[in-house]
C-alpha cells in the first residue's frame, strides 16, 4: 500500500523560504514519476514540480528559478525547496506518485497521478 506522507508547510513573509517534505512508503519510484501539486481556495489543483527517475525534473513556469524538486531514495523522501515565496504561492501542497512512467509532457497533470498525500499548507504574507 503506497503511503504518501506531507511536512514541513507553515506561514512565512514574502521573499522568504520554506521546504515541505513527503515521506513514502511502499512505492518504488524507478522511472515513474513524483511531484508537488497545490490548490489555492476556490482553484484547480495545478502542477508545481515533477522529477522522474529521480533526476529528470520540470517545473511550472511560474515558480521556475524559485522552486527546487529533489528526490532522496535512500531516505525515502520528496522534497520542495521554496524561495522567494510570493502570496500567490499560498496554498496547499501535495505529494504525488504515479503508477506507471509519464511523458516529460504529462508530469505535471494531476490526472496522471495515482497516489496522493493529504497536503500541506504554505501561507505566505505579504
Known amino acids: 500500500q503506497v503511503q504518501l506522507v506531507e511536512s514541513g508547510g507553515g506561514s512565512v513573509q514574502t521573499g522568504g523560504s520554506l521546504s515541505v517534505s513527503c515521506g513514502i512508503s511502499?512505492?518504488?519510484?524507478?522511472?515513474?514519476?513524483m511531484g508537488w501539486f497545490r490548490q489555492a481556495p476556490g482553484k484547480e489543483r495545478e502542477g508545481v514540480a515533477a522529477?522522474?527517475?529521480?533526476?529528470?525534473?520540470r517545473y511550472a513556469d511560474s515558480v521556475k528559478g524559485r522552486f527546487t524538486i529533489s528526490q532522496d531514495n535512500a531516505k525515502n523522501t520528496l522534497s520542495l525547496q521554496m524561495n522567494n515565496l510570493k502570496p500567490e504561492d499560498s496554498a496547499m501542497y501535495y505529494c504525488?506518485?504515479?503508477?506507471?512512467?509519464?511523458?516529460?509532457?504529462?508530469?505535471?497533470?494531476?490526472?496522471?497521478?495515482?497516489?496522493w498525500g493529504q497536503g500541506t499548507q504554505v501561507i505566505v504574507s505579504s
Open positions: 522529477i522522474a527517475s529521480g533526476v529528470d525534473t
Open positions: 504525488a506518485a504515479s503508477s506507471t512512467s509519464l511523458s516529460w509532457w504529462s508530469r505535471l497533470s494531476p490526472r496522471y497521478y495515482a497516489y
Open positions: 511502499g512505492y518504488t519510484a524507478s522511472s515513474k514519476s
